[in-house]
Every structure is written in structure tokens, then in C-alpha cells.
């Protein structure tokens, strides 16, 4: 049997695609619960929220007004995540089945408790939920949060770094926040590059670099064009070309883009000559 072959959690089946069935899945092990909401627009802007990063599962306990045309206007189009939540009684019916529940709070408490912020919420969250484990995301009342009680409950706590003057963000934006975290972290443990890293990927692959030998002609280039535009003064150089060396060292500088800068130069050459270049007017 192949090593790499294992029983997904999920399926619970033995498949070459159980791993990346896992990630895709762990998502539907996060648990969004509202306590006692009052305003039915942010049960659906929760929604939305959620739904924007892909997660679906929702639990109210005691919601003042639901379902409500609010909630569903708010939503805008995540019906199904309004449709498919659960109503409960109580914070602890709605934490049946969790291994991990993770308090939100707008406020320090009193209470010494462990805290994450909420980018390590996301990691935790996520290396859980991708264990098999079901995990609850925990938001309090709008005007009196979460009481100690329930926070209490949580194993963790998780307060999203705000302004301490004004530290109370909306119910749904806090939602946003912490939802947006475990979806960083969700794409991360794909090994999903960032906008950066396949930017640098790209203009990295390999040949596409200018070579070390390429670069010192383009150096020797530079020199030369800089004494004939009178830049650079051969008798005092100062520290210019190393300084220009330590630029273009740090560009990762491609091909083409060698291409172009040595084209500069030569025009520039041309006009420092008085030759007949590019540019006539
Ligand atoms: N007046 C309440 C704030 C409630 S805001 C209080 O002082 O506690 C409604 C909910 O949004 C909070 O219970 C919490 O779940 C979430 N929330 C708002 N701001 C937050 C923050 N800075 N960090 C974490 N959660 C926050």
C-alpha cells in the first residue's frame, strides 16, 4: 500500500484525494455561534460574513427576532446560511459535540483567561477542525456581550486588537474578523502561495533571472554611462557602484527587465553623444 494513502475522516474512505478532502471539508467542523442576538440585520450580516469566507454553520441561542426580513435583506444571498442554522435555548446546547470553544470579547474581563489573538484563533481553529474535531467561534449580546459565565465555558478567549477609546466593533464585523483569520489560515495550510509569493514564484522560474555575468555587464554598462553623463566622477567615485550594485542585487532583476535598463543606458549614451537616438524632438 502506498505510504501516502491514508482513511479520510471525512469520507471514511482510503483515497489518494483524502488529504486534500480533509482541508476542503474541515471547514464545515466550524461552528459560528450568536448569543441572544437583538438587531435580526446582524444575524444576516454574520451570515454573509461567514459565507464570504466559506464557512456555513450557524447557531443562535435565543434570538430576539428570527428569521426576520432584516436578517434575510442583510444576508444578501447567503439564504442558505440563515436557512440551515440552528436555534437552540442554550449556550450549552449549542456547544454539543465541541471539543473547542473560543470566546469573543470586546473587553478585558476580570478574569485571567487563556488568550489567543485572532490570527493564532485562525491557526488553532483551523490545525483542530483539520483534526476531525468539531470547534465553536463564540459571540456575545450586542449591547452587553458575552457574561462571564459564558466566557467561562470557552477555553480560549480572543480579542480583536481595536482601539482601546472605542474597542466594541459590530457583531457582524466581528464575525468577518474572525472568519477572514480562519480563512487565512485554511489557505495557508493548502500551501496556497500569497498574491507575493506567486508574484516572486513567477518572476523567479528558473532561466528567467538575469545571471550574475549578465549583471556585470550591465554594471560595466552602467559605469561607463554614468562618467559620460557625468554622474559618477572616475577620480571620486565615492561608493556609488557598490551602492548600485546593492540595489539591483536586492531587485531580482529578470530578463526582460535587463532588457529594458540596458536599453536606457544606450539611449542615454546617445543623447550624452549627441547621436541620433530613439527620441528626435
Ligand atoms: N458592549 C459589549 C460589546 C458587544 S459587541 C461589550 O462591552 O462587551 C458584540 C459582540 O461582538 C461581542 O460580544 C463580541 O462577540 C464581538 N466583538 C465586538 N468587538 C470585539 C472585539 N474587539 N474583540 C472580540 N470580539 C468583539
Redesign the pocket.
Known sequence: MLSWRYVCRFCKIDCPFSRICELYTLLQNIRVVLVNTSHPGNIGGAARAMKNMGLSRLVLVQPLDFPAVDATARASGADDVLDNALVVDSLEEALVGCSLAIG????DRSIPWPLLDPRECGAKVVEQAGAGEEIALV????????TNEELQRCHFH???P?NPDF???N?AA?VQVLSYEVRMAWLAAQGTPTKVEKFEANSLRSGELATMDEMELFYEHLEKTLVEIGFLDPEKPKHLMPRLRRLYGRSSVNRSEMSILRGILTETQKVARGEPHKRKD
Do not use: D, W
Not at 469573543?104 to 473587553?107: D, E, Y
Not at 459571540?139 to 458575552?146: I, P, Q, S, V
Open positions: 469573543t470579547s470586546a473587553r459571540f456575545g449580546r450586542e449591547h452587553a456581550g458575552l480572543v480579542h480583536i481595536s474597542s466594541s466593533l457583531l466581528a
